[in-house]
């Protein structure tokens, strides 16, 4: 069964400041991997998604990648700002009809003026 | 404007009251499927379907009905809610014919049962 963990659960750092967030999943057989972004009391919005074939994406001033061998994937953001925080989820597809993406525990995300 | 929406938004009942959250996209995708989201517990698939009048259970369904006469639709009904399925509830959607099958969410309904 899939496990995703996200760690650290919260993360307070500066404005300005390069941040990495990390996910790690249990089971390498993902179709692709989804980190979406949640603010409180709303949805969920896509940032960005990695598939099993690729080692990372970027879209402005985030990137993340996938390393599929060790379970792992990372979110960096650069030069962050006090708009950036929310809470940050990663998801891992497990493909097939179900696409059932499993989630991590998420990191809430704190940026300081 | 491409989007997944969910009615209503916020919603109080009582137990045993049947109710219907309903979701809509407009994006013409076969994919849609439900998730809950628990303090602790992260979200978990409720029901998904593949396309219309195909269905299948997730993670947690008990106590969740779903149908798929439309492609656009897919409510969620609880016919006898509980107090344990107070939740925040996102539907989602995603097209099957284009990898590699990004994920829609909805706003989100808060459900609270008493």
């Known amino acids: 069964k899939q496990e995703v963990t996200q760690i650290p659960a919260a993360l307070s750092v500066p404005e300005g400041e390069n941040l990495v967030l990390n996910c790690s999943f249990t089971?390498?057989?993902?179709?692709?991997l989804q980190w979406f972004r949640q603010d409180p009391g709303k949805g969920l919005t896509s940032l960005l998604l990695?598939?099993?074939?690729?080692r990372e994406q970027t879209s402005g001033r985030l990137n993340a990648s996938l390393d599929k061998s060790s379970g792992r994937s990372t979110l960096y953001i650069a030069a962050s700002q006090p708009g950036d925080s929310a809470t940050y989820l990663c998801?891992?597809?497990?493909?097939?009809?179900?696409?059932?993406?499993?989630f991590g525990q998420g990191t809430r995300l704190t940026i300081n003026p | 404007e491409a989007q997944v929406t969910q009615n209503p938004r916020y919603l109080i009942t009582v137990t045993g009251k049947k109710l219907t959250v309903t979701c809509s996209q407009n994006?013409?995708?076969?994919?849609m499927s439900w998730y809950r989201q628990d303090p602790g517990l992260g979200l978990r698939q409720i029901y998904y379907s593949m396309n219309v009048e195909v269905t299948d259970k997730g993670d947690v369904p008990e106590g969740y009905k779903v149908s798929r006469k439309e492609k656009r639709n897919f409510p969620l009904i609880l016919e006898s809610p509980s107090p344990n399925q107070t939740s925040l509830y996102f539907c989602a959607s995603s097209d099957l014919g284009v990898p590699p099958y990004e994920q829609y969410f909805g706003p989100g309904t808060r459900l609270t049962v008493t």
């Open positions: 990695i598939q099993s074939s690729q």
């Open positions: 998801a891992a597809s497990e493909g097939g009809g179900a696409q059932k993406l499993v």
């Open positions: 994006m013409n995708h076969e994919y």
């Open positions: 089971d390498s057989a993902i179709y692709n």
